[in-house]
């Protein structure tokens, strides 16, 4: 089966006749046990899992057990981003919704159509409301790509689309080689793609490696 993916908003979606598992994770244990509580008020989800980290979710979620895997941006183990994309491996099915505190659009646009499963991101600053997250988790289960915010004050006009999209996915932690698999790329065309980020971003120097200078200044001005 064919499922079309299509990009809404998260106060916009809808969602389906089927119960959704969710693997909520999220590093600190009171927001972990009141967004699981908030989005399980929707009759239509079930939280299966309510884990702190990475390598707990690496335990714990099993192939074709979960639907949905919501995760946090920044793990105290890991990245989300990282995680979603090891998870996905096992479960091509499994849809990830990645939560952050400000904008991610970018990632999630950057996995769309190369990662296994769909990519959804909402953001708990401008979409805060349980019911909405609830929504969004429902229609990512559907196959549907959740973008809860753009990236706002955007100053990175010189890069192309693909060269965004590694740096968004660097600016997540992820390295070279996860970045090229995510993204169907060959080293050799992250590390060019990099250069060229790095020389219009005009970052660099003896002292300070441009890699982070890159991804400080996408996390400032971009994402």
Do not use: F, K
């Amino acid at each position: 089966m064919v499922v079309t993916r299509r990009t809404v908003r998260c106060v916009d979606v809808g969602g389906g006749g089927r119960t959704v598992r969710v693997a909520l994770v999220v590093d600190e244990a009171l927001p972990r046990a009141a967004l699981a509580q908030g989005i399980e008020a929707d009759d239509r989800i079930t939280v299966v899992h309510r884990l702190p980290g990475r390598r707990a979710a690496l335990d714990r979620v099993e192939p074709r057990t979960v639907d949905v895997l919501v995760v946090e941006e920044d793990l105290a183990d890991g990245t989300g981003v990282e995680l979603g994309l090891l998870l996905q491996e096992r479960d091509p099915e499994l849809a990830v919704l990645l939560l952050t505190g400000g904008g991610a659009a970018d990632v999630a646009l950057a996995l769309r159509d190369r990662a296994p499963g769909s990519w959804s991101h909402v953001s708990r600053r401008r979409c805060p409301d349980p019911a909405a997250l609830a929504r969004a988790v429902v229609a990512a289960a559907d196959g549907q790509v959740v973008l809860g915010v753009s990236p706002a004050g955007d100053d990175l006009p010189a890069l192309t689309p693909a060269r965004r999209a590694v740096l968004a996915l660097v600016a997540q932690g992820l390295s070279n080689g996860a970045v090229g698999r995510a993204l169907g790329l060959s080293p050799r065309s992250v590390e060019n793609h990099l250069t060229a980020v790095y020389r219009a971003l005009g970052v660099g120097g003896p002292d300070v490696s441009p890699r982070v200078l890159a991804a400080l200044t996408y996390r400032a001005r971009g994402g």
